[in-house]
């Protein structure tokens, strides 16, 4: 299929799965595309789409970015993840450098000095690296959990990365999510039930009060407000 064609087969698609359920849109995405990825940071949104996965295409790949400075919540929510659904294999990935030899190359403290040098290092390099290997992606990124993320289709061509990415809960709300963790008993990370209802890396996320964006606690103090993994 040319670009041409997939953009074409991805406006098509966006428009008919605009009102399909998120289950609806993973089972056309996995009979479709087979060579299909899904990409967990192990936040509720996407919990909620481990547990859907497992149940309608358990084979489908998973994986995680492991940028070696996450919370020890979440690794810890990933081992539980791994006891909960022992058939997926949560493939790691990881930055090509270690924490030390990034200190050695750009000093201490990047994600202080250069955040944006910080995250395309141990995010957005990594991702890039294994997207090569699938024509298409999922992500639980929500309309309404950025203005950044307000056009999301829950089917477009992903420019930057250039394959297909489904985003299956784009339509979603917050009480959505948890409404689906509560009543399928979905593990998620205790990090939400303390004031963390977004939750990246540890020096790069602070606790987010009533009131305030949700959002609000990631790269708090600074104008970046992604890491560049969505466009
Ligand atoms: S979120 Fe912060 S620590 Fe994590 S990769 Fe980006 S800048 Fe670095």
Redesign the pocket.
């Known amino acids: 299929m040319n670009l041409f064609e997939k953009e074409a087969l991805v406006q098509q698609k966006a428009v008919e799965l605009e009102n399909a359920t998120a289950e609806e849109i993973l089972a056309y995405a996995v009979e479709a595309f087979p060579n299909i990825t899904f990409a967990c940071s192990f936040g509720a949104e996407d919990v909620v789409l481990v547990d859907m996965l497992q149940k309608i295409s358990p084979t489908t790949d998973i994986f995680y970015l492991d ?1 070696d ?1 996450h919370f020890k919540e979440t690794y810890e929510t990933r081992d539980r993840m791994v006891e909960r659904y022992p058939g997926i294999p949560f493939v790691r990935v990881q930055p090509e450098i270690t924490p030390e030899e990034q200190v050695e190359q750009f000093g201490p403290e ?2 202080k000095s250069d ?1 944006n040098q ?2 395309n ?3 957005v390099q990594p991702l890039t690296n294994i997207l090569t290997k699938y024509n298409a992606w999922i992500t639980g990124i929500r309309r309404d959990q950025a203005p950044t993320r307000a056009n999301a289709k829950k089917v477009e061509y992903d420019t930057k990365f250039g394959l297909i990415k489904f985003n299956p809960i784009a339509g979603w709300t917050t009480e959505d999510v948890w409404n689906y963790i509560r009543e399928n008993d979905v593990i998620y990370n205790p990090l939400h039930d303390n004031y963390y209802p977004s939750i ?2 540890e ?2 996320t602070r606790q987010v009060m009533p009131g305030e964006d949700p959002r609000a606690g990631r ?1 708090s103090g600074q104008e970046k407000t992604e ?1 560049g993994l969505h466009k």
């Open positions: 940028t400075f990047l994600w955040a910080c995250c290092i141990r995010k990246g890396c020096y790069c790269w890491c």
